[in-house]
């Protein structure tokens, strides 16, 4: 069992920068692949980025490459999503993820992957 705790959203004017944080609870933490999604209002939740259990590989949306960056740091259980040159499309809830695996392979952009999610940090842009 992996329980996952988001935070760091709020309310940034368009160019602003946000550091989102997922604590989790549980030994799988250090083995498991990591992954943020977000979701608008009336939208599906979508892939925003993906890290691998030793941070050797990432993956990233292709509209948030070069502004976000996605870490972890196994010693304390924390995965990261820091935010740079948010723009108004950024808005949505922010969801942490743990995939069922160290991994990530093709369908690691996808919500079937993951297995435990959080309950979600709300980011706004505004223009």
């Known amino acids: 069992q992996v329980q996952l705790v988001e935070s760091g959203g709020g309310l940034v004017q368009a160019g602003g920068s946000l550091r989102l944080s997922c604590v989790a609870s549980g030994r799988t933490f250090g083995s498991r692949a990591m992954g943020w999604f977000r979701q608008a209002p009336g939208k599906e939740r979508d892939f925003v980025a993906a890290?691998?259990?030793?941070?050797?590989?990432?993956y990233y949306e292709d509209s948030v490459k070069g502004r976000f960056t996605i870490s972890r740091d196994n010693a304390k259980n924390t995965v990261y999503l820091q935010m740079n040159n948010l723009v108004p499309e950024d808005t949505g809830m922010y969801y942490c993820a743990a995939n069922y695996q160290g991994t990530l392979h093709p369908g690691s952009n996808t919500w079937r992957s993951y297995e435990y999610w959080g309950q979600g940090t709300q980011v706004s842009v505004s223009s």
């Open positions: 890290i691998t259990w030793g941070s050797v590989t990432k």
